[in-house]
């Protein structure tokens, strides 16, 4: 038996709701299925406004770029994956590393140090919401503007808001291993007409009308396609079921795993587990874990290194960076897909309670 650390979750109604579509007889490219798509997923997290594109990198790029975010200041957590400390390259803004919390997240009191950001890209980090409703008062207290990196958290929510619902503008990813997948996908999302229409702009060649080939300005083609929209539609319809098996299995984890030196790190009752993620006494011992797992069939994934451990980003390494520099020895993120049974959790949690070193 192989268990992935994670995997698509596909089954017949995907396939022939993409079967159907195709034999339908349409264009393919971006239309109404994406519309469609857009108003579930905008109506779910309560915004007013999105923008379906090819992948979450480009969501966080083009919502720094509808909010004016070029050669600004932008605080983002010293964990979280590489996309979202890279969007802010790309927009040439200049990226201010925060330690992080025992959420994971960006930590606020290490957040309100700073007095000279622009903006703060706040990552609700495998589900957990931390400070982001706190970061996102102060935020609007001091005119900082707040962009939400959602990649993992769609279904999850704050003790006010959905996340993809907080703050100027929100990005989700639809890879195979996110909450719902369309293959590739994101979106930007947001309350603001104006972000929305430059991004729907930056996005469409900047047409001045649709059919006809004169332009407002510079534009490009960051579309997604219907064919695309129409899995992530028929993913959506069962969102519900896929967070309450994401609960079931976090529940199965917790009830299972019985290594005192090993931690089901938590989630409150508004979270969404992405990934499974357990805190191991020591370095050693998690390595003896991924070996252990690793020889039964079992894959396991690191945490992500720290940002400012990353060779291409030490300069821009600060002081105060020790929690999530050091976390990274100790977290390891376990089989997290959607086609887990409670079975195959009973199977990896043993092989996590035989683990130990001698
Ligand atoms: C936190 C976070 N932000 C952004 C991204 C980028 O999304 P994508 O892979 O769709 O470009 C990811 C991808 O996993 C992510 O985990």
Redo the contacts with the bound molecule.
């Keep these: 038996m192989k268990y992935n650390q994670v995997e698509p979750s596909i089954d017949k109604d995907d396939i022939n709701n993409v079967t159907e579509y195709l034999n339908s007889g349409s264009w393919i490219t971006e239309h109404n299925k994406t519309r469609e798509l857009e108003d579930e997923i905008k109506s779910l997290v309560n915004r007013k406004y999105a923008s379906a594109v090819p992948?979450?990198?480009?969501?966080?790029y083009l919502s720094l770029l509808g909010f004016g975010l070029e050669n600004k200041k932008i605080a983002v957590p010293n964990i979280?994956?590489i996309?979202?400390i890279n969007?802010i390259l790309w927009a040439n803004s200049v990226p201010v590393l925060i330690d992080t919390d025992e959420n994971l997240c960006m930590s606020y009191e290490e957040l309100i140090k700073f007095n000279d950001l622009d903006a703060v890209l706040f990552?609700p980090?495998n589900g957990r919401t931390g400070d982001g409703e706190k970061i996102q008062k102060w935020c609007a207290d001091n005119e900082i503007i707040f962009i939400e990196?959602s990649?993992?958290s769609l279904g999850s929510s704050y003790e006010n808001s959905y996340c993809g619902g907080l703050g100027d503008a929100s990005?989700l990813?639809?890879?195979p291993?996110?909450i719902i997948t369309m293959g590739?996908?994101?979106m930007v999302l947001s309350n603001n007409s104006k972000a929305h229409d430059y991004i729907t702009k930056l996005k469409t060649f900047n047409r001045s009308k649709d059919k006809v080939d004169w332009h407002e300005g510079f534009g490009l083609n960051f579309k997604i396609t219907d064919l695309q929209a129409v899995l992530g539609l028929s993913q959506f319809s069962k969102l519900n079921r896929f967070i309450e098996n994401k609960k079931q299995n976090y529940l199965h984890y917790k009830n299972y795993i019985e290594n005192d030196d090993v931690e089901v790190m938590s989630f409150n009752k508004k979270e969404v587990p992405w990934f499974f993620d357990i805190k191991v006494k020591s370095l050693d011992l998690k390595n003896e874990i991924v070996n252990k797992l690793k020889s039964e069939g079992i894959e396991t994934r690191g945490l992500y290194p720290a940002l400012s451990k990353q060779n291409y980003l030490s300069k821009y390494k600060s002081d105060n960076l020790d929690n999530s520099e050091n976390i990274f020895n100790k977290i390891l993120w376990l089989p997290s897909s959607n086609n887990l049974k409670e079975n195959d959790i009973k199977i990896i949690s043993s092989a996590i309670n035989s683990a130990k070193i001698i």
């Design positions: 992948n979450g990198t480009i969501a966080l979280t994956m996309a979202t969007s990552v980090l990196d990649a993992h990005v990813s639809f890879t291993h996110k590739q996908g994101g």
